[in-house]
């Protein structure tokens, strides 16, 4: 009894000595800390559960050495003010409160206090007043966005003194005064250096463009001043910084003549100079010079005389619109417009006669001038533009006539009802304005989907419209892969990805910045506080109930250990999920069963090595045989290459619904005393993948789950149906390993768009994509056809299914290409020549199908790149461009 004793008071010393001595957190961080949390509502839960921030931890504090490193709270709902506390965390090296329209007041002057501060990202709060002199202070700082507050005042001059800064975005504000340039005594925008990004727009700016502001050794590509009230002329130093690729300078009061030397700026993909004040003048000679041109705009210009007709040629050039100037003569667009033209827009001009070549069928808006009352009055160039097409939304079609609450929205990806988290995309500078156009914004979805690490599919944009800005608004909801919500961790991830630029869209859709809507979270009560008394008496009373537990531990242990037998042959789906919460839940199957353990260990004879076909990252593939005398290909997952049960219950419902002539079908599946394997149909011949690889190669099972990568027809991600032109699409995908004689995924890259990217159609000879070929193609002399093929390819490979051609139309393109190199096409012989050819060139016997396919890797490189299969991971390196 008394070792009893003894044991009690050791006990009870312990459990009061960790409300002293377990405090993980800095004593300075945790009281800054709980020093913003009293003047903040709606913090995390976590925030009110402990006292010891990094120990907990809270959620949206980042700890390294006990001491307080980030501080991430967007889109959590804050109201308060960001008072001087903050800058008690010394060691802080970010710090991201973005949509928190609550958050409001003047910003504290303590952020200068922040030395080792690396990003700042205040964007979508309402904050207001004077931005604090003492962000200057910030010698580390590279990210700073301030934009889409309420700040007014001028731009402090101190921000020179961040010379490690790269982003810049003061947009959205009401800013005034001119912009401050470096002088004796005192710094100015001119010595940033390092910055690629000037955002300034959409404040009320006056005064003019300094040309200090400008000089040859900057590097800034993003360069937004439209919507100020900025006036004089423009600086010809403005054309030194040849690294521009953006340029805004619309919706100001600029006033002389456009400057001659943008010429300049090789680099040049958007220029916008409207709505400003401009001297009468000819178009400048860089109309007709910037190759890298995508997207021209300068209405309401004061432009005079004739329109040079190689504008119309440019390579890159997409756009066109200088309405409402004073173009004049005729308008000629000659023979040899650029292939990616989509719009000229001259309406209110003065033109008076026209010649067009053959060569534009796009959009070409001419009201307004004299042209229209004379020859081409009734044509389609002298009439109101009119909507032909819907402006794109996701489609949610596979839901049928499903509806949700007020407060909810559809999953497009599985039609469940769910919260998802959503706010506005807005594009500053897109290089396309058919709204309509589903493989652009397919492609946004895509990449969205997959940067930020979400379910494919789960991602909805609504309601696409170029506002008062010129912007392009997008309305986007971004859906959870399980359950109705996102928890706070993910809103922490998502909002910080978007508002730190981490998320880059597609090319085609230029800079961009997000607010997010508020998010709504399921109710979380948050108790009273309780106090150290009560707490010392709770740890007493726990550690006495410690010492009754340990005596029925052994007996509960042993005991649990038979039931976990019985309930697993019962119940298998019982734990698909470690937290338990899926209650035990059958994966919904098409087509497929479930194994026991014991009956897979018996048809593989123990799992025995003269049963073992394969094997690859992610385990081994033995061959089975049922009694029932069904052969099998069981592919059993090692130790450690495991997923998550609901991850493994995702993938099997996946892989049963995908039924195909020319797959591997899924028999089966077991998730059984920590066992993941998969059963599939058991190929006896080999598989077409051995046709097209080298005899030394060692390849892998042919399954639905690891070989689709890069093969299924992206479409397949939308609609979850596989279609003839799917066929038409893998198809393509294998005539592009014949030209390779790559994977279709190596090193990250996919094969389909590396060769796109690098096709030129100009190269009569290799069509540009001589680094891509294949040695033993490449070194032919004459590669008569090969210009057809890979156009046949590239149709065979196109996104949308009803841009490729059907699989009779494949055949017979390929034989007219046959044809015309002199070969025989008659299918029967040609099919057993071709065989008996290819046998005696290999002289190897058929391998068996299951044998591995590439050298092994570890099972976390099985998501490498393919961009549409979810397998992506963003770069820790954070440098928006």
Not at 540 to 559: E, F, M, P, S, T
């Amino acid at each position: 009894m008394a070792t009893v004793c003894l044991l009690l008071c050791f006990l009870v010393c312990c459990c009061v000595g960790i409300q002293v001595v377990s405090s993980v957190t800095d004593p300075r961080d945790a009281a800054a800390l709980r020093s913003l949390k009293e003047q903040w509502r709606n913090t995390p839960p976590s925030w009110h559960k402990s006292g010891d921030p990094c120990g907990a931890p809270w959620e949206g504090v980042t700890c390294n050495n006990s001491r307080v490193t980030a501080l991430g709270l967007s889109t959590m709902g804050l109201v308060g003010k960001l008072s001087g506390d903050i800058g008690g965390l010394t060691e802080l090296r970010s710090l991201d409160l973005s949509f928190n329209r609550g958050l409001t007041g003047s910003l504290s002057s303590s952020l200068g206090d922040l030395q080792k501060l690396n990003i700042l990202i205040l964007a979508g709060c309402g904050f207001s007043g004077n931005i604090p002199d003492e962000l200057g202070n910030l010698a580390e700082l590279s990210f700073l966005a301030l934009n889409s507050n309420n700040f007014t005042g001028k731009v402090p001059a101190s921000l020179g003194n961040l010379s490690k800064l790269y982003w810049l975005d003061l947009a959205d504000n009401q800013l005034t005064g001119s912009l401050p340039i470096s002088t004796s005594t005192s710094p100015g925008l001119d010595l940033l250096k390092k910055a690629k990004h000037f955002h300034f727009n959409k404040n009320q700016l006056s005064g003019p463009l300094p040309a200090k502001l400008f000089s040859s050794d900057m590097v800034l590509i993003h360069v937004l001043f439209d919507g100020n009230q900025i006036r004089g002329t423009i600086p010809e130093s403005l054309g030194l910084v040849q690294t521009l690729e953006v340029l805004r300078l619309d919706r100001n009061d600029l006033a002389g003549v456009v400057p001659s030397n943008l010429n300049n700026l090789t680099n040049i993909v958007e220029l916008d100079l409207s709505n400003n004040s401009f001297q009468s003048s000819e178009a400048p000679t860089w109309f007709s010079t910037l190759q890298s041109l995508t997207t021209l705009v300068i209405e309401y210009g004061s432009l005079q005389g004739p329109l040079p007709q190689t504008l119309f040629s440019l390579p890159e050039i997409q756009q066109v619109k200088l309405r409402n100037n004073a173009f004049n003569d005729t308008l000629i667009m000659g023979n040899s417009i650029g292939q990616q033209l989509q719009l000229v827009d001259l309406q209110n001009n003065q033109i008076s006669t026209i010649t067009l070549g053959s060569g534009f069928t796009n959009t070409l808006i001419l009201i307004g001038n004299p042209v229209c009352t004379t020859a081409l009055a009734n044509t389609e160039y002298c009439q109101l533009e009119q909507q032909t097409a819907r402006p794109y939304s996701t489609s949610l079609a596979n839901c049928g006539t499903k509806s949700c609450s007020p407060d909810q929205k559809l999953n497009p990806q599985s039609c469940d009802c769910a919260y998802p988290y959503g706010g506005t995309l807005y594009f500053r500078g897109p290089l396309f304005r058919e709204l309509s156009n589903v493989n652009m914004f397919h492609s946004l979805e895509m990449s969205l989907w997959v940067k930020l690490g979400l379910t494919p599919g789960s991602v909805s944009l609504q309601n696409p419209f170029f506002n008062l800005d010129d912007y392009l608004q997008v309305q986007l909801e971004l859906f959870p892969s399980g359950g109705k919500y996102f928890n706070r961790t993910e809103i922490l991830r998502l909002g910080f990805a978007l508002s730190n630029q981490t998320y880059k869209p597609p090319s085609e859709f230029g800079p961009y910045y997000f607010i997010a809507a508020p998010y709504f979270f399921p109710d979380e009560h948050v108790g009273p506080s309780i106090s150290s008394r009560a707490i010392i008496g709770i740890a007493i009373g726990c550690c006495v109930l410690v010492l009754v537990l340990v005596g029925l531990g052994a007996y509960a242990v042993r005991q649990k250990k038979r039931a976990d037998k019985a309930i697993g042959l019962s119940k298998p789906f019982a734990s698909w999920a470690s937290s338990g919460k899926d209650s035990g839940g059958a994966p919904q199957l098409k087509g497929a069963r479930w194994f026991s353990y014991d009956e897979l260990k018996k048809c593989t004879n123990h799992f025995s090595e003269s049963n073992e076909i394969g094997y690859g990252g992610y385990g081994k593939v033995y061959k089975g045989l049922l009694s029932g005398g069904q052969l099998l290909a069981i592919k059993r997952a090692a130790r450690g290459s495991t997923q998550g049960g609901l991850e493994f219950k995702t993938e099997i419902e996946l892989l049963s619904r995908v039924h195909h002539k020319n797959l591997v079908g899924l028999v089966g599946f077991c998730f059984e005393q920590g066992e993941q394997m998969l059963v599939y149909e058991f190929m006896p011949n080999g598989t077409l993948k051995e046709s097209l690889s080298e005899p030394s190669e060692h390849l892998n099972a042919l399954t639905a789950s690891s070989n689709l990568q890069g093969y299924l027809d992206p479409e397949y991600y939308m609609t979850q149906q596989l279609t003839e032109k799917s066929d038409v699409y893998s198809f393509g995908v294998v005539m592009l390993e014949l030209v390779t004689a790559k994977q279709p995924i190596e090193k990250g890259k996919y094969i389909v768009r590396e060769v796109r990217l690098a096709m030129n159609k100009n190269n009569e000879e290799d069509y540009g994509l001589r680094e891509f070929m294949d040695p033993t193609i490449r070194d032919v002399s004459n590669l008569t056809g090969f210009g057809r093929f890979v156009e046949l390819t590239m149709q065979c490979v196109e996104e949308s299914a009803a841009d490729r051609p059907t699989m009779s139309e494949v055949v017979k393109t390929l034989e007219t290409i046959l044809q015309n190199d002199g070969l025989n096409t008659n299918s029967t012989s040609s099919a057993s020549s071709s065989a008996t050819e290819f046998g005696a060139l290999k002289n190897v016997p058929p391998r068996h199908p299951y044998n591995d396919a590439l050298p092994k890797k570890d099972a976390n490189d099985s998501a490498d790149a393919f961009e549409y299969s979810g397998g992506y991971t963003i770069s820790a390196k954070v440098e928006p461009k």
